[in-house]
């Protein structure tokens, strides 16, 4: 069962996307998005139902007309390091009087995108059938009960997700292009 914590670790943290910062109920559904990624999951009491007709607009939108193969495939696990802290499990605070990464072990931070595990995906760009998908995104996917991915008929299109309790949608990447 998906609950309100695990549901807010899809949110945007922007300044300027106040209205996505917290999980929102429309028609009996609560989601959560960040404008990359939305999780929908039935109605979590307390989650306060939305009036806001364009955000409405825009969720529906997002949920209608894409179209997968019909296959869906495990979310791939980490298979590395993070490439932020590099498996430390830490980050150095930026706040600090010197460089801002001055590694201390005893003080510094639980790095942000790995949520202090040390485990990441060995790439900024995680090939997966016709898309490449952000590590960051794969990681929160990861947490998700059983969750799949399916490949949708075009690769400028959000990647469906299916999990234990819920369905969502993840934009790609685009894909990384070799200049000669």
């Known amino acids: 069962m998906i609950d309100l914590k695990l549901l807010q670790t899809f949110c945007s943290t922007d300044d300027m996307r106040l209205e996505l910062q917290s999980p929102l109920t429309i028609n009996g559904y609560t ?3 960040d404008g990359r990624i939305i999780i929908k999951v039935p109605a979590i009491d307390g989650v306060p139902e939305t009036t806001k007709e364009i955000i409405i607009a ?3 939108a997002e949920f209608s007309g894409v179209k997968n193969t019909g296959r869906f495939l495990p979310v791939p696990p980490p298979d590395g390091n993070c490439l932020t ?8 605070c930026v706040f600090c009087d ?3 990464w001055k590694i ?8 942000l995108d790995c949520e202090g595990s040390g485990k990441g995906y060995n790439d900024k760009q995680v090939p997966f ?18 969750c799949k991915i399916a490949s949708n008929l075009d690769s ?3 990647v ?5 309790g819920g369905q969502g949608l993840l934009m790609p990447m685009l894909k990384s292009r070799n200049v000669d």
């Open 160 to 164: 469906s997700i299916m999990f234990d």
């Open 129 to 146: 059938e016709d898309h490449e998908l952000n590590p960051i995104y794969l990681r929160k996917l990861y947490t998700l009960p059983n």
């Open 85 to 92: 802290c590099l498996g430390l499990k830490k980050i150095a």
């Open 98 to 100: 010197c460089c801002g």
């Open 156 to 158: 400028n299109n959000p």
């Open 58 to 60: 825009r969720i529906c």
């Open 104 to 111: 201390d072990l005893a003080t510094d931070i639980p790095c």
């Open 31 to 33: 989601y959560a998005t």
